[in-house]
């Protein structure tokens, strides 16, 4: 079955510190990826995207994304972070040849001032 | 430029009753439009999806049903509401692949 994996349920991090969120999916073919954030009290905003081509996305807020095809991964970065980016992150992924968008469930990441 | 629109955003119903929630998209034509629920710890949870007009997909087998009477008008409805029917309920639209456009979800209790 297609599916989407976030093994990261919880980070806390000090501010400057880098940011790397694992996201995993199962599936052998086409796929378009996606990383949403949700700050406290909001509602879902698109971060970056990868269609295709260069497989290093960057993205708004200084976060970029690599898509590893031969690992199933599309893992969200951030150099160093900053308290403004406390929030949830979901990774998502449409399959190809079906309009299915299914979302991880989502790391929690609060950071310290 | 493209709305979407979902109401009520609050509700409270008891155990037994029907529900219907709805979601209506303006500024573009043929949608593929969605229903998820969002709960704490499990992400979002894709229920149903549509690509077209009659057209619906379920994902999770339960005691909701939705349903799609016109091009932007999306709807997800229950005969009789469980207590594990709470939550929140987000409707969100796009065209192609393109990214998600949400609305503002629906906070459902079940009493």
């Known amino acids: 079955a297609q599916s989407v994996s976030q093994h990261n349920h919880h980070v806390i991090l000090s501010e400057a510190a880098s940011l790397e969120l694992g996201c995993n999916y199962s599936?052998?073919?086409?796929?378009?990826l996606f990383w949403y954030v949700q700050y406290p009290g909001q509602h879902l905003q698109l971060l970056l995207k990868?269609?295709?081509?260069?497989?290093l996305v960057k993205g708004i807020k200084g976060f970029e994304a690599e898509f590893i095809k031969s690992k199933f991964s599309f893992n969200l970065r951030k150099p160093s972070v900053q308290w403004s980016d406390t929030a949830e992150y979901f990774c998502?992924?449409?399959?190809?040849?079906?309009?299915?968008?299914?979302f991880g469930t989502g790391t929690r990441l609060k950071v310290l001032a | 430029s493209q709305t979407i629109h979902q109401w009520p955003a609050t509700l409270v119903q008891p155990v037994g009753s029907p529900l219907s929630l709805e979601c209506t998209v303006e500024?573009?034509?043929?949608?593929?439009l969605y229903w998820y629920r969002q709960a704490a710890g499990r992400g979002l949870q894709l229920l149903f999806y549509?690509?077209?007009?009659?057209?619906i997909s379920s994902e999770v087998p339960q005691n909701l049903s939705a349903s799609r009477p016109q091009d932007r008008q999306f709807i997800l409805s229950s005969k009789k509401l469980l207590l594990s029917d709470s939550g929140f309920y987000l409707c969100?639209?796009?065209?192609?692949?393109?990214?998600?456009?949400f609305g503002n979800g629906t906070r459902l209790t079940v009493t």
């Open positions: 549509s690509v077209g007009i009659g057209q």
């Open positions: 599936y052998g073919g086409t796929v378009n």
């Open positions: 998502a992924v449409i399959f190809s040849g079906t309009y299915k968008y299914i």
């Open positions: 969100a639209w796009s065209v192609d692949n393109s990214p998600l456009h």
């Open positions: 990868y269609f295709s081509g260069d497989p």
């Open positions: 500024g573009t034509s043929n949608p593929n």
